[in-house]
């Protein structure tokens, strides 16, 4: 169709988990403390059993999808950052 895709949506060079884990650290994380301040017999369950569980899951599929794209010759900058998008490599 001769569409250019963009950067984040190209899945040969794109890795979703590290988008995850980057709106985990600046949406997620921040207001879970939030919250767990303000009702502490949270913590537990919320930052403990559900975000720091999530967090190592989201890791782990990062880890995973660098061993996979190292394995079919993809590039090892997939899931670049967003200040590399410029092109200028």
Same mark, same amino acid.
């Given at each position: 169709m001769g569409y250019t895709v963009?950067?984040?949506?190209d899945r040969t060079t794109s890795n979703p988990f590290k988008y995850q884990i980057g709106y985990i650290e600046v949406i997620v994380?921040?207001?879970l403390?939030?919250?767990c301040e303000f009702l502490p017999h949270c913590k537990q369950d919320v930052m403990i059993?559900?975000?720091d569980e999530n967090r190592k899951l989201i890791l782990k599929k990062i880890d995973e999808t660098k061993l996979v794209g190292?394995?079919? $010759?993809q590039r090892e =900058?997939? $899931?670049r950052d967003? =200040?590399?998008l410029d092109g200028d490599d």
């Amino acid at each position: 169709m001769g569409y250019t895709v963009s950067p984040f949506f190209d899945r040969t060079t794109s890795n979703p988990f590290k988008y995850q884990i980057g709106y985990i650290e600046v949406i997620v994380q921040p207001l879970l403390d939030t919250w767990c301040e303000f009702l502490p017999h949270c913590k537990q369950d919320v930052m403990i059993k559900g975000l720091d569980e999530n967090r190592k899951l989201i890791l782990k599929k990062i880890d995973e999808t660098k061993l996979v794209g190292a394995l079919n $010759g993809q590039r090892e =900058d997939a $899931g670049r950052d967003s =200040d590399d998008l410029d092109g200028d490599d």
